[in-house]
């Protein structure tokens, strides 16, 4: 079975420092890996995917993240933090089996000034 | 431009009424789904549709209805049988690759009990 972990429910950063939102997952097959960001009162918006291409995948914003098959993990950092990446983030993972696409938890990103 | 609609975005719903969350969709896309998000919690899927005239219960479906009649509209029925309503209701839809399904969403709708 398929299953997806944010490691931290909120994180803060000081402006202009990086930011690292940690993700790991667990899947019997090779999976598709997602990050979406969620503003206040905002449906999600589609920030990059992984699948089995390449293992860097970059998004947008400046938002970047790293397929580690030996560490089952999907972290997504952004070297300078914006006030503007203060949102809700979250890691999906899916089977490209099935329709299954299973969805973090969340990690609230706090920007601070 | 392509995309989800949602509407309304703001709903109220009184005490055992009915209420119904619009979703339409010129993606092309064939699943649809409709997803509940409570403050501060992750998302919990209430139903999703692979293809017109049928669809399947989610983690959540009870008090929950849905139709799919035609490819591009997914509506969901709230029902006085759903007794904490309140939440903020996400649909969206997927399209099929062989490296996996990705998902876009609409802006959502707010749903509250008044």
């Known amino acids: 079975a398929q299953s997806v972990t944010q490691l931290d429910s909120h994180v803060s950063v000081s402006e202009g420092t990086p930011v690292l939102l940690r993700c790991n997952y667990s899947?019997?097959?090779?999976?598709?890996l997602f990050w979406y960001v969620q503003h206040p009162n905002k449906g999600l918006q589609l920030l990059l995917k992984?699948?089995?291409?390449?293992?860097l995948v970059k998004g947008i914003n400046g938002f970047e993240a790293e397929f580690k098959k030996s560490e089952t993990s999907f972290h997504l950092t952004k070297p300078s933090a914006h006030m503007s990446d203060a949102a809700e983030y979250f890691c999906?993972?899916?089977?490209?089996?099935?329709?299954?696409?299973?969805f973090g938890k969340g990690t609230r990103l706090h920007i601070l000034p | 431009d392509g995309g989800i609609t949602q509407s309304p975005k703001y709903l109220f719903r009184k005490e055992g009424q009915n209420v119904t969350l619009s979703c339409e969709q010129n993606?092309?896309?064939?699943?649809m789904y409709w997803y509940r998000q409570d403050p501060g919690q992750g998302l919990r899927l209430i139903y999703y549709?692979?293809?017109?005239?049928?669809?399947q219960k989610g983690d959540i479906a009870e008090g929950y209805s849905v139709s799919r009649e035609k490819k591009e509209s997914f509506p969901l029925t709230v029902t006085s049988a759903q007794k904490n309503p309140t939440a903020f209701y996400l649909c969206?839809?997927?399209?099929?690759?062989?490296?996996?399904?990705?998902?876009?969403f609409g802006e959502g709708s707010w749903l509250t009990v008044v």
């Open positions: 992984y699948t089995s291409a390449a293992t």
């Open positions: 999906v993972v899916s089977d490209p089996r099935d329709d299954k696409i299973i």
């Open positions: 993606l092309n896309h064939d699943a």
């Open positions: 549709s692979q293809i017109v005239n049928d669809f």
């Open positions: 899947s019997s097959y090779s999976p598709s």
């Open positions: 969206a839809s997927s399209i099929y690759a062989e490296s996996g399904n990705t998902i876009y």
